[in-house]
């Protein structure tokens, strides 16, 4: 009895230990693109390389092992596309489009990485074979993905099919199980826009559901989700009503099998500018969110700029639960 509980003890130690030097790699990975780790307060991320002066970025994902990354970057009044970046040798290469969001005549954009790595959801504009389509397809924006092989080698695009071809999605974000959540409705814009999930049976999805109330009548333009691998939480972000373009991120919890009211992130990170298109880090440490606003022109036209941020992600969701546990 006395070995096994020493067994026991040391197995647990060892697992934290590996657990920690994740985390630590995690951490080291990131520093290579920042020079300041955020607590609290949120910080630019990757100012020069990612965030960019004159520029939106948006929706970063990153892959398991944080050696790859794929976000939005588009210029001013140019269009979206798809740009990676990948951890070589210790260091970062430069933002590049990704092999296949190299086309400025559509958009590619919000791409987030499965839980495991292998496979890459993105939506996009990019037309789709004329023998697929069905005469209630909509036209315009679909869901893709592509596949990583074994050997580390990422598929040409891939359409997503039936249910998905009949509707509007965007955003499309993997849970761990396979069910997939996303921006959905009639068409963008419509009344009943919102957040919309898929249940994976087997490999196969028969239908697509609207979530719950909860999260779908808070305020308007209820879009962009992030959901935890487990499927303990959902991010999202909305527009206040009474304040068009003025999106704050908000989160629900899961409590067996049922989602909570939606919170807001709180001031630290829901200011008087536009937040939106939330993502985790893989290891669940960092938020990373999207601040933007629009500004005018001497002539009077208007234009939208963003960038990206991160913050400590572990502190400011055990500070919403405290919050919520003592009300």
Request: negative net charge; aromatic residues 14%; contains cysteine.
């Amino acid at each position: 009895m006395k070995y096994v509980r020493l067994l026991s003890i040391f197995l647990a130690l060892l697992l934290t230990s590996i657990l920690e030097s994740c985390r630590e790699n995690y951490k080291s990975n990131l520093t290579l693109l920042n020079t300041q780790i955020p607590t609290d307060k949120p910080l630019v991320f990757a100012p020069g390389i990612i965030s960019i002066d004159d520029h939106v970025s948006t929706s970063i994902t990153f892959s398991p092992d944080m050696d790859e990354l794929f976000f939005n970057r588009r210029k001013v009044d140019q269009s979206h596309n798809l740009y990676t970046m990948k951890l070589i040798n210790g260091e970062w290469s430069e933002p590049e489009p990704a092999f296949f969001s190299t086309n400025k005549e559509y958009l590619d954009f919000h791409s987030r990485f499965s839980p495991n790595g292998d496979r890459l959801y993105f939506g996009s504009t990019r037309p789709i074979n004329d023998t697929i389509k069905a005469s209630n397809t909509p036209r315009g924006l679909h869901q893709w993905y592509i596949e990583k092989d074994k050997n580390g080698s990422w598929s040409e695009p891939i359409l997503m099919k039936k249910p998905f071809l009949d509707i509007y999605i965007m955003c499309t974000t993997p849970s761990k199980n396979g069910n997939l959540y996303f921006t959905s409705g009639e068409k963008p814009g419509a009344n009943d826009e919102g957040i919309y999930y898929a249940i994976n049976q087997n490999g196969y999805y028969t239908s697509v559901e609207r979530m719950s109330d909860v999260i779908n009548t808070n305020g308007k333009w209820i879009a962009h989700p992030y959901v935890a691998p487990d499927e303990s939480y959902i991010l999202y972000d909305s527009e206040k009503v009474s304040e068009p373009d003025n999106g704050d991120i908000f989160i629900s919890f899961n409590i067996d099998g049922t989602w909570t009211e939606s919170y807001s992130l709180g001031p630290k990170i829901n200011t008087e500018l536009s937040e939106s298109t939330a993502t985790v880090s893989p290891d669940g440490k960092y938020l990373f969110f999207s601040r933007g606003e629009e500004k005018t022109r001497d002539d009077g036209s208007t234009y939208w700029v963003s960038k990206t941020y991160w913050v400590d992600f572990t502190k400011l969701k055990k500070e919403i639960l405290e919050n919520i546990n003592s009300n």
